[in-house]
């Protein structure tokens, strides 16, 4: 796997940068919306275009698919009303889901250079959710926990490097596994 270029991570900083205009403007939502699509589909064009990594790209789709599928399951089984009163589809919240996936994603394919500036953006995105009234804080948080477990399950890792969270029995950290 070839990572010979900084595309990724100025794709993403500049997609955050993009959408600031949104926001000074008034419209923090709108920028929350056009991040939630823009993360994934750069993730999805930097593994083809830059990386030639076609197999890095079925994971994603494996990834967003998965994830997208438990969010839509809970919010036909849950009847949580958005905080704005638009509906009763609140938890969990599919705009992190997507997003955290794809950083996920991002992060356990190329590794923490292209990973850092990928969960910036995916929590913006959270942010903006709640922000915008449209979700309470834990259906962002249930969110971005499908999305990272969906990323992590199906992404495999940077160059053998495996990053997971532990929390068992107690205690609670990050096991790191692989070749340094």
Known sequence: MKISTIRPVM??????????PS???????????????????VAFASTLMIEDD??????????GISSRLV??????????????????DSFPSGHSADTFAAATFIN?????E??????????????TRVASDKHHVEDVLAGAAIGIVAGWYFTDPYENISVVPLAYNGTYGVFISGRF
Do not use: C, F, M, N
């Open 11 to 20: 794709l993403s900083i500049l997609l955050l940068v993009v959408s600031l």
């Open 23 to 41: 926001q000074a403007e008034g419209d923090l939502e709108t920028s929350g919306d056009v991040l939630h699509l823009a993360l994934p589909a």
């Open 54 to 63: 076609y197999q890095g790209a079925w994971q994603l789709a494996k990834s």
């Open 71 to 88: 969010v839509e399951a809970l919010k036909l089984g849950v009847d949580k009303q958005r905080p704005d009163g638009s509906g009763d």
């Open 108 to 112: 356990q394919r190329y590794g923490w």
């Open 114 to 127: 292209y990973g850092v500036p990928s969960y910036v953006v995916a929590s913006y995105v959270a942010y």
